[in-house]
């Protein structure tokens, strides 16, 4: 597939407007895209692999560009082209508006972004200070030159602000007060957010006329890398006393729906979940873990109406506390995600809520 055929896919399914079109054929990401990158868990070298290198990039795939030294856990990355139209198409920006970007990763959003408002208009914000010089050049290429700072994206960048549009490239369970500071009464920030439990859904909030607060629902599905410092942390805790018996819910309901996952992650938003296959058990068991840091739960995915399905130990019944919390999903007509919202203040405090920001559910 070609860039042109890809943004002709992206057009016709609705993710890509048309105001964006001529922005997107003329802003292509392979001027953005390094030549080593990971696809599906492989690397694939452009000098090497000229051929795979180009198809890749003009895939709908997300492609890794950077992982954590000694690991294979991701740090940077160029997002799926379906998920970066559909977010620009939520940011909804003219041009001349101010945009600040949180995540500059391979520069390619903010050379966008800087087709659509003007390049004086947009400032992104990178954390890796090797990252943001191979951005900067790459867009100066292009004749494209938005301010790129190196720092911390979750202090905004004041010297820019106001900003009418804030854009975060990576997942928060925390936004910070300071852009929503930096950001003018009314204006909106696009944020993908998520909890321990379910990463995660795109929030569009709408900051109030007296700054203090954003709030807004969620518009999308999406799951994308953690701020740096935010990444879920399952922390430690010893497994003793362990209460065995078996569940009133399939395991699979909540694992495999994102829906219901990311409603109990709201009402549970300390609660860590994951899905393993341990060793000793049997071929296609697998098992969903929960815990705090300090109580744990895995449920058996095979035989969960089984004696000793569910595994619980520390203060809290972890599984029982999913289980009502599913079952309470269950009882509001199963909600999707944009049935949510989330209200934010510039002191921390959030609040998720249902159908309306009086309806709190966190």
């Known amino acids: 597939m070609t860039w042109d055929k890809l943004?002709?896919?992206?057009?016709?399914?609705?993710?890509?407007?048309?105001?964006?079109?001529?922005?997107?054929?003329?802003?292509?990401?392979?001027?953005?895209?390094?030549?080593?990158?990971?696809?599906?868990?492989?690397?694939i070298d452009r000098t090497?692999?000229?051929?795979?290198w180009a198809a890749a990039v003009a895939s709908d795939l997300p492609l890794v560009t950077q992982v954590y030294d000694g690991t294979s856990t991701p740090s940077s990355s160029s997002s799926m082209p379906t998920v970066v139209a559909t977010m620009l198409r939520h940011l909804d920006v003219a041009p001349g508006m101010r945009?600040?970007?949180?995540?500059?990763?391979?520069?390619?959003?903010?050379g966008l972004l800087a087709s659509r408002v003007g390049a004086e208009n947009v400032v992104t914000i990178e954390a890796d200070p090797g990252l943001a010089i191979d951005a900067r050049a790459q867009l100066a290429t292009m004749g494209r030159?938005?301010?790129?700072?190196?720092?911390?994206?979750?202090?905004?960048?004041?010297?820019?602000?106001?900003?009418?549009?804030?854009?975060?490239?990576?997942?928060?369970?925390?936004?910070?007060?300071?852009?929503?500071?930096?950001?003018?009464?009314?204006?909106?920030?696009?944020?993908?957010?998520?909890?321990?439990?379910?990463?995660?859904?795109?929030?569009?909030?709408?900051?109030?006329?007296?700054?203090?607060?954003?709030?807004?629902?969620?518009?999308?599905?999406?799951?994308?890398?953690w701020v740096r410092d935010q990444q879920p942390d399952s922390g430690e805790f010893d497994i003793d006393d362990?209460?065995?018996g078996p569940s009133e819910i399939d395991p699979a309901d909540v694992a495999d729906s994102t829906d219901a996952a990311f409603a109990v992650g709201l009402r549970l938003p300390d609660v860590f979940r994951q899905s393993v296959a341990a060793p000793y058990d049997r071929l296609g068991t697998g098992r969903l873990e929960v815990w705090d840091g300090i109580s744990y739960a895995h449920c058996r995915l095979a035989d969960r109406e089984g004696k000793h399905a569910v595994s619980q130990s520390g203060p809290r019944n972890l599984w029982d506390e999913v289980t009502a919390e599913y079952r309470w999903w269950q009882r509001q007509g199963a909600p999707g995600l944009d049935r949510f919202g989330l209200t934010v203040s510039v002191d921390g405090q959030r609040r998720a809520w249902l159908d309306g920001p009086g309806d709190v559910v966190g």
């Open 99 to 110: 945009v600040l970007e949180v995540g500059t990763g391979t520069g390619w959003t903010a």
């Open 242 to 244: 362990v209460r065995y």
């Open 48 to 52: 090497a692999h000229p051929d795979r």
């Open 145 to 225: 030159t938005p301010t790129v700072v190196a720092a911390d994206g979750m202090l905004g960048h004041p010297a820019g602000a106001p900003y009418d549009r804030v854009h975060l490239t990576a997942a928060v369970q925390r936004l910070p007060g300071a852009l929503i500071e930096q950001t003018r009464p009314g204006g909106v920030i696009l944020v993908p957010y998520g909890t321990a439990f379910c990463n995660g859904a795109l929030a569009r909030l709408t900051v109030a006329d007296d700054g203090e607060s954003a709030t807004g629902p969620f518009v999308e599905d999406v799951a994308f890398m």
């Open 7 to 43: 943004t002709d896919t992206l057009l016709e399914s609705g993710a890509l407007s048309a105001d964006w079109e001529q922005i997107f054929r003329t802003t292509p990401r392979d001027r953005f895209t390094p030549d080593r990158i990971r696809v599906d868990g492989e690397w």
